[in-house]
């Protein structure tokens, strides 16, 4: 599987961004989409996950209420929509796939970078 994102960029504070990430390859076999990000200097963080066989999505906590996701399955795209930007919340974001028998997949990474 393979995964090309796009969507990041310089934002202020208080703004917005949509970050897309489109699968192609073994499709069929993704049990799973979401995305991480890494802040400068901490470790990887969950923040959103779809699971697309109960069409269930997971949020993480410090991002409720201001970030969403979804997934086009035609596309086979997810989609991180971030309101309400934060300067937390500059990191650089991964989207992943979890595909079926364990193995998962990660995008090249998008920066997002928010000014207070």
């Known amino acids: 599987v393979q995964l090309v994102e796009s969507g990041g960029g310089l934002v202020q504070a208080g703004g917005s961004l949509r970050l897309s990430c489109a699968a192609s390859g073994s499709t069929f076999s993704i049990i799973a989409m979401g995305w991480y990000r890494q802040p400068p200097g901490k470790a990887r963080e969950l923040v959103a996950r779809i699971f697309t066989g109960r069409g269930v999505t997971a949020i993480a906590n410090s991002v409720k209420g201001r970030f969403t996701s979804s997934r086009d399955n035609a596309k086979n795209t997810i989609y991180l929509q971030m309101n309400s930007l934060k300067a937390d919340d500059t990191a650089v974001y991964y989207c992943?796939?979890?595909?079926?028998?364990?193995?998962?997949?990660w995008g090249q990474g998008t920066q997002v970078t928010v000014s207070s």
């Open positions: 992943y796939v979890d595909l079926r028998g364990g193995n998962n997949y």
